[in-house]
């Protein structure tokens, strides 16, 4: 089995999947000689040359639309928004048009595109450049919204985008890039809606996204310390969700706290804890705790950036808070 | 302005009352003295009566036990605001209980305070507005096993009652679970029987004794075949005689027709004698009022009116209050001789059994007579032996000569 990197993962799955298939090819700001602002399109320019892996002009706007267009005419394109704060420059191409036309004719049409971008903070790009904006996406109908966590699910979740009729959109987070792991030989696709047991436990469940997966894997460390038995799940597809592992999972804890890097206020989170409180409320032992970060612009400095956004610790007092051993 | 309606206190010593059913909707005009809604007091259902005019505006409680004194519902005018009923719920009138019930019955006696059925759980309702906090989990496991969340304290944030909290509170009186599913039925208490089991608990803290006499009926026998010769649509019995008689006893032995009260002896001008009847929901004790002042016939005839009543289910609160002394007849049954448990407050319960022909000596002579055994169940904090005994001796000579009662 070789180790890759998440950033290795990504450039694997899309050099193979444009080996495999000619109507896959690539598109964005920077991502052929230069191989993209975070190196994730390097050496794909070599292999596949100018036709299918292309620079654009500085409009996201443009850069989905003629992926949108391409998808109707029957390619599988993979566009790249170098980072998800330029996703609301291709508001109107993403909402009213791309997860819009399969609907309107009826099936006629259908949009095949996949968009990846990145975000997240960590490294002090400051309030412009470094959002978690996938709650908004999820709001949409027509759209599906992926956000693998590790290397392995990279591949197989964008594989699977890249495969699927309906535009996908696949969020990566900057500061996970250089996170290896094993992954299998050749690419298993994970089927979109299909969420993954991080790890196994009794006391309390931990929905995460994202680099939150991470942070909640230490959290619970320190909680297996206290004699506090988390269960940590990753939906991996926010749209459509795998309601039924997740429901699964608080039924056996009968406790729940939801994480991510996004705002609290508005977030994922407040979604993953409407579907809970509703199909699983007789099971639960205590209030659905919201881990994320407090409701203000990301700051540059970077004390302040890491008071923002939610630290393991963070995880580990919602853990003992929802377990009544909170302070 | 609206007008709270209150759960009324429509007899003393009233605690709580469970309501059956209302009478009325949400938005029906209503004027004062049309009966809102029924109420199960302790032995009695009754339909209670608007207190003021207007449309009902809110059914703050549906169904189910209410203390006295919190409000049910809100009749005000249409469209006008209603108040929170919450902010006056539960507003706590706990007195020393006690005490209080002592006093609960006789008709000069002042009105003894209300009492919370459950005082953990509504102090705690209290505290949150009216509902108990538990987690939805706690809740269903609560339900699924027929444990009440009120008589749980929480051990979660803020006093929440977790699922863990639930679960020692099954692990504690593991017996009825343990009953082999099928064989035994569980029946769920009625207002009725819960009342009969509290009030003969707290009689059997009573410190009691018993007196037998045995009273020659030939006579009484035959004043009730007498009577009911003379006025053949009274049908009077053995028991109006003995209500009668012992109703003149008593007037007779004031110091027997007494109540204990924690600081002082009441003592009654008239004999209020309660009688003890089987109805369908259970044990009633119904009172035929200032006995001692009622023809035999008029007795006969108030005692046939407040059995059927308790019969039917239809007996007011005033049927049942005011008791100061209690017969119990079970001699139509064949019981020869038995002990009644005491009706608290009253001092004093006289168990009947049934009159047998025996063989007595009289003048040094065996004769067969036919013979009524008396047991008298007396309160000795109220009454000593030797005053009870002068009573039972009075009621003897009544019963064997009642031209001696004149």
Redesign the interface.
């Known amino acids: 089995m070789p180790e890759l990197s998440y950033r290795e993962a990504v450039r694997d799955t899309l050099a193979a999947a444009m080996r495999a298939d000619d109507d896959v090819f690539v598109m964005g700001e920077d991502i052929a000689e230069m191989g993209g602002s975070m190196g994730v399109t390097q050496g794909l320019f070599d292999e596949f040359g100018p036709e299918r892996v292309r620079n654009t002009p500085i409009s996201e706007m443009a850069i989905v639309g003629a992926g949108i267009g391409a998808a109707m005419q029957g390619m599988r394109p993979v566009v790249e928004i170098m980072y998800e704060d330029f996703l609301t420059l291709s508001m109107e191409q993403l909402v009213n048009q791309a997860a819009k036309h399969r609907y309107m004719s009826g099936g006629q049409l259908k949009v095949p595109l996949t968009i990846r971008t990145q975000g997240g903070a960590g490294w002090s790009p400051g309030a412009q450049h470094a959002q978690q904006l996938e709650a908004w996406f999820v709001h949409v109908p027509g759209l599906k919204v992926a956000f693998p966590s590790t290397p392995a699910d990279a591949r197989g979740i964008l594989w699977s985008a890249i495969y699927d009729d309906n535009p996908v959109i696949v969020f990566e987070h900057r500061l996970l890039y250089p996170i290896k792991e094993q992954v299998p030989e050749k690419i298993e696709p994970i089927p979109l809606g299909k969420a993954r047991i991080v790890q196994e436990g009794t006391d309390v469940t931990v929905i995460a996204i994202g680099p939150l997966v991470h942070r909640s894997v230490a959290a619970a460390k320190e909680a297996a310390e206290d004699g506090i038995s988390v269960e940590i799940v990753d939906p991996r597809t926010l749209q459509p969700l795998d309601v039924e592992t997740l429901v699964a999972s608080v039924k056996k804890t009968?406790r729940a706290v939801v994480a991510h890097e996004a705002v609290t206020r508005g977030g994922f989170g407040a979604e993953v804890a409407a579907v809970l409180q509703a199909e699983a409320?007789?099971?639960?032992?205590?209030p659905i705790e919201r881990v994320g970060a407090k409701f203000a612009p990301l700051a540059f400095a970077p004390a302040m950036e890491q008071f923002v956004i939610p630290q393991p610790a963070d995880v580990l007092a919602a853990i003992r808070?929802t377990v009544?051993r909170?302070d | 302005m609206a007008t709270e309606v209150k759960l009324p206190r429509l007899g003393q010593g009233m605690e709580a009352g469970t309501i059956v059913k209302w009478l009325k909707a949400e938005g029906d005009r209503v004027e004062r003295g049309d009966p809102l809604y029924e109420l199960d007091t302790e032995k009695v259902t009754q339909e209670v009566e608007a207190e003021a005019s207007g449309v009902l505006l809110k059914i703050a409680v549906q169904s189910g036990e209410v203390p006295v004194g919190q409000t049910v519902a809100v009749i005000g005018e249409a469209g006008e605001a209603v108040p929170d009923p919450g902010g006056a719920r539960h507003r706590d009138e706990r007195v020393t209980p006690a005490s209080k019930e002592a006093k609960s019955s006789g008709s000069e006696v002042a009105v003894a305070g209300a009492r919370h059925h459950d005082r953990s759980g509504a102090s705690r309702q209290q505290a949150n507005g009216g509902r108990i906090k538990a987690s939805p989990l706690a809740r269903r496991i609560a339900r699924e096993r027929g444990i009440d969340l009120g008589g749980l304290s929480g051990t979660g944030p803020d006093g929440r009652i977790v699922a863990e909290d639930v679960e020692r509170a099954q692990a504690a009186p593991a017996a009825p679970a343990a009953l082999p599913a099928g064989d035994v039925e569980s029946i769920p208490l009625t207002t009725v029987r819960r009342t009969i089991a509290r009030r003969l608990t707290a009689a059997w803290e009573v410190p009691v004794f018993e007196l037998v006499v045995s009273a020659d009926m030939t006579r009484a026998n035959a004043l009730v075949a007498r009577a009911r010769e003379l006025d053949p649509d009274v049908r009077v019995t053995v028991t109006d005689v003995l209500a009668k008689l012992a109703a003149l006893a008593l007037v007779r032995h004031p110091e027997v027709n007494v109540q204990f009260a924690d600081d002082a002896i009441l003592r009654f001008p008239r004999a209020n004698i309660g009688i003890a009847a089987a109805a369908p929901q259970g044990l009633v004790v119904p009172v035929v009022h200032g006995a001692d002042e009622l023809s035999l016939t008029e007795l006969a005839t108030r005692r046939a009116e407040v059995i059927g009543r308790a019969r039917e289910n239809r007996l007011r609160q005033e049927d049942i209050d005011g008791g100061t002394f209690t017969i119990s007849n079970l001699g139509m049954y064949g019981v020869e001789q038995f002990v009644a448990v005491l009706n608290p407050p009253q001092a004093a319960i006289l168990a009947v059994g049934a009159t047998q022909d025996r063989a007595v000596v009289v003048d040094g002579d065996v004769v067969v007579r036919p013979m009524l055994t008396l047991t008298l169940t007396v309160d000795h904090r109220a009454v000593d032996g030797a005053p009870a005994a002068d009573f039972l001796r009075t009621l003897k000579s009544f019963l064997e000569e009642p031209g001696l009662a004149l």
Do not use: E
């Not at chain 1, 409320?281 to 205590?286: G, K, S």
């Open positions: 009968n409320f007789d099971w639960l032992d205590a808070k009544g909170g």
